[in-house]
């Protein structure tokens, strides 16, 4: 069984950066597609970003791109996620989310492509 723990997430004025991790628990963690997804209250939720299990190809949302870096430490078992320039419409519960497949395609954001969700990390961004 695999556990996904998020943290990092906080308030921020806009303008400012947060780095939001993700822990898990699988042993096989550097076979997974790890992604960030993220809901906004009242709204469904929507990929942010994407990255493979090697950490050699990464996928973003057109809207966090160049503001938003994914990453990974296949090692620690973590999953970052730097998030930029950050605009109050960011604000929302962002998830970690575990792929099983080992490559990063356009199915990647799909959300029900993923097994595994973590509990979800506010941000909050003031204006």
């Known amino acids: 069984q695999v556990q996904l723990v998020e943290s990092g997430g906080g308030l921020v004025q806009a303008g400012g950066s947060l780095r939001l991790s993700c822990a898990a628990s699988?042993?096989?963690?550097?076979?997974?597609?790890m992604a960030w997804f993220r809901r906004a209250p009242g709204e469904e939720r929507d990929f942010v970003a994407a990255i493979s299990w090697t950490g050699g190809t990464t996928d973003y949302a057109d809207y966090v791109k160049g503001r938003f870096t994914v990453s990974r430490d296949n090692a620690k078992k973590m999953v970052y996620l730097q998030m930029n320039s950050l605009k109050p419409e960011d604000a929302a519960v962002y998830y970690c989310?575990?792929?099983?497949?080992?490559?990063?395609?356009?199915?990647?954001?799909?959300?029900?492509?993923?097994?595994?969700w973590g509990q979800g990390t506010q941000v909050t961004v003031s204006s």
């Open positions: 699988t042993h096989i963690f550097a076979s997974y597609t």
């Open positions: 989310a575990a792929d099983t497949s080992t490559v990063l395609a356009a199915h990647s954001r799909i959300e029900t492509s993923y097994e595994y």
